[in-house]
């Protein structure tokens, strides 16, 4: 779970990354939760992009991710969503 303050340094962090992904009208499968895992494996802190043709809930769809891989969603803004999940080599420093 994080802090107030460790979501607030997450969000001033995502604001310099570009979308990593897209999900599409496809929804959530189990591909794009492949690809999602292995992105914060490798990255810690994603940004991915939920197209209109989707009609997903942004929101849902964010915390249905975030639960099936034990991430943390930090914010939504528009059609992106913002995801951590901390690795062991503690890419992000969080105070």
């Known amino acids: 779970m ?9 969000k001033s962090l995502a604001n310099s ?12 499968t189990e591909m794009v939760l492949k690809q999602v895992d292995d ?7 994603i940004k991915i992009n939920v197209l209109n043709n989707s009609m ?11 639960e099936q891989l034990g991430a943390e ?7 992106k969503v913002v995801l951590y999940r901390e690795s062991k ?3 992000i420093k969080l105070t």
């Not at 990354?17 to 959530?28: A, D, L, N, R, T």
């Not at 997903?56 to 975030?66: F, G, P, S």
């Open 39 to 45: 992105a914060l494996t490798a990255r810690e802190l």
């Open 73 to 79: 969603y930090v914010q939504s803004i528009g059609n």
């Open 56 to 66: 997903l809930d942004i929101k849902e769809t964010a915390n249905v991710i975030a």
């Open 89 to 91: 080599e503690k890419l």
């Open 17 to 28: 990354v570009e979308p990593i992904m897209q999900i599409g009208k496809s929804g959530i």
């Open 2 to 10: 994080l802090t107030g303050k460790q979501r607030s340094y997450l």
